[in-house]
């Protein structure tokens, strides 16, 4: 930020020339200075409050990132992990239904002998 050069000699000047009391004049320009001074110093504090914005904002933006592909990963985890289930069930169920099958077969040779 570019400060403008504030002349409290010339600002006391042109009230005097204006009509005002030189010490009157002198008292506005010294306040002047200060209430400058002050605003200066806002807007250095604002430019800084600024920057740690932008700041938090960029980390932000970073951890959005980072959730959304950890997310993504996490849901491809899930459905690998759904379809190894499934298979993983398809098995126990056949093997059941086998099981039975035999079982049944068994027990009717057993009945007819």
């Given at each position: 930020m570019s400060a403008a050069i504030f002349?409290?000699?010339k600002y006391a000047k042109r009230l005097i020339e204006a009509g005002v009391e030189a010490k009157a004049a002198d008292v506005q320009a010294?306040?002047?200075?200060?209430?400058m001074t002050q605003v200066a110093a806002s807007s250095a504090t604002i430019d800084k409050?600024?920057?740690?914005l932008n700041r938090l904002?960029?980390?932000i933006d970073l951890l959005a990132a980072e959730?959304?592909?950890?997310?993504?990963?996490?849901r491809a985890l899930i459905?690998?992990?759904?379809?190894?289930?499934?298979r993983w069930l398809?098995?126990?169920?056949?093997?059941?239904?086998?099981?039975q099958s035999a079982l049944v077969t068994g027990l009717a040779l057993k009945l007819l002998h």
């Open positions: 002349d409290s000699h010294e306040t002047m200075v200060e209430v409050q600024d920057s740690k904002d960029s980390k959730m959304r592909a950890q997310h993504a990963e996490l459905e690998r992990n759904s379809k190894e289930s499934t398809m098995g126990v169920v056949i093997s059941v239904g086998v099981l």
